[in-house]
């Protein structure tokens, strides 16, 4: 057994936000990391309680049964209510959050997760947990290669919005911090941008982005939990040093799908002012940025299973 499963008094873990994360989170540990074998030692060992306003929907019925079945309880709760906050606050001995923040087009700030913060420090002064951020924190660094440490400047909201919570969790509980970039998996690659031939920016003008494999975050963040010290900060992100029209080419040639067409930087944010792009991706292409991993590797002692896009994404197309 892994030194981070606990083998004495059941603790209580508490998902905030259920989605595709959460559910990889769960049924990894169910299963043996090289067998695939089913376990319910981390079950043993851990009640687990999941927050979301639809519960443990994203599964099929035969998987909520079988969570139920070992404990998994789910609380469809409205966080917007703050007595639902305050509820929660007092129930976990760890905790995830994957939350996303309130989107917001005014709003740099997440009350919500504030007053997360304050009930937990104030009821739960022991809890410690990880908190699900973004490498958009960082905003534009103008493609040089930067780690943990470099200045954060983001200008898009929700970026802000995430900043903010990074120093609320730093300033109150006891939380380790996840900058996490783009997430990949098969059913979370662009086919559908690429089908509807929405354009890339051209070589002089791209920007890179940064990639982690679904499953290689859902086991982070359980390490994370364990053994990221808290108000310390990881870039959760695989090796990959892409350019954004470059990925979409290699979604396209995995998939045997015409190549995203190429316009300048220019003609990108007309395409933006005309609404013909969405505000989010429209933020994409004005950040360039390359992130070292180290901390991740060297502190987390983490050994990506998918540690290059590219490579993956050739793996699928020769299945």
């Known amino acids: 057994?892994?030194?981070?499963?606990?083998?004495?008094?059941?603790?209580?873990?508490?998902?905030?936000?259920?989605?595709?994360?959460?559910?990889?989170?769960?049924?990894?540990?169910?299963?043996?990391?090289?067998?695939?074998?089913?376990?319910?030692?981390?079950?043993?060992?851990?009640?687990?309680?999941?927050i979301s306003r639809s519960g443990l929907s994203n599964l099929n019925e035969r998987a909520v049964k079988d969570f139920k079945k070992i404990g998994v309880v789910e609380l469809k709760l409205d966080l917007d209510d703050h007595k639902n906050i305050k509820r929660i606050a007092k129930l976990p001995t760890y905790v995830i959050v994957l939350i996303p923040t309130k989107h917001s087009t005014i709003q740099s700030t997440d009350p919500r997760m504030?007053?997360?913060?304050?009930?937990?420090?104030?009821?739960?002064?022991?809890?410690?947990?990880?908190y699900i951020s973004t490498t958009g924190v960082y905003g534009d660094t103008k493609s040089k290669l930067i780690d943990e440490t470099h200045h954060c400047k983001p200008k898009q909201l929700r970026s802000k919005r995430r900043l903010f919570n990074e120093k609320i969790f730093k300033n109150g509980p006891r939380f380790?911090?996840?900058?996490?970039?783009?997430?990949?998996?098969?059913?979370?690659?662009?086919?559908?941008?690429?089908?509807?031939?929405?354009?890339?920016?051209?070589?002089?003008?791209?920007?890179?982005?940064?990639?982690?494999?679904?499953?290689?975050?859902?086991?982070?963040?359980?390490?994370?939990?364990?053994?990221?010290?808290?108000t310390r900060t990881t870039n959760a992100v695989d090796d990959s040093r892409l350019k954004m029209a470059d990925y979409f080419d290699e979604v396209s040639k995995a998939f045997d799908l015409p190549k995203t067409p190429r316009i300048s930087k220019v003609k990108m944010n007309k395409f933006a002012e005309e609404k013909k792009i969405s505000s989010m991706m429209a933020g994409f292409f004005k950040e360039s940025r390359r992130l070292k991993n180290n901390r991740l590797k060297e502190e987390l002692k983490i050994a990506l299973n998918y540690p290059n896009v590219v490579d993956y994404l050739k793996k699928l197309s020769n299945k």
């Open 1 to 50: 057994m892994n030194n981070y499963e606990l083998k004495h008094n059941k603790k209580r873990l508490l998902i905030v936000g259920y989605g595709d994360i959460g559910k990889r989170f769960l049924e990894q540990r169910l299963k043996y990391a090289y067998f695939g074998e089913k376990r319910n030692i981390f079950y043993e060992h851990f009640r687990t309680i999941v």
């Open 114 to 130: 504030k007053k997360f913060c304050v009930f937990l420090k104030t009821n739960n002064a022991k809890c410690k947990g990880v």
């Open 176 to 230: 380790h911090i996840l900058r996490v970039p783009g997430i990949y998996a098969k059913n979370r690659l662009p086919i559908e941008r690429i089908k509807t031939n929405k354009p890339a920016l051209v070589p002089s003008d791209d920007v890179y982005t940064s990639h982690v494999h679904a499953e290689d975050l859902a086991r982070i963040v359980f390490i994370s939990i364990f053994k990221g010290k808290p």
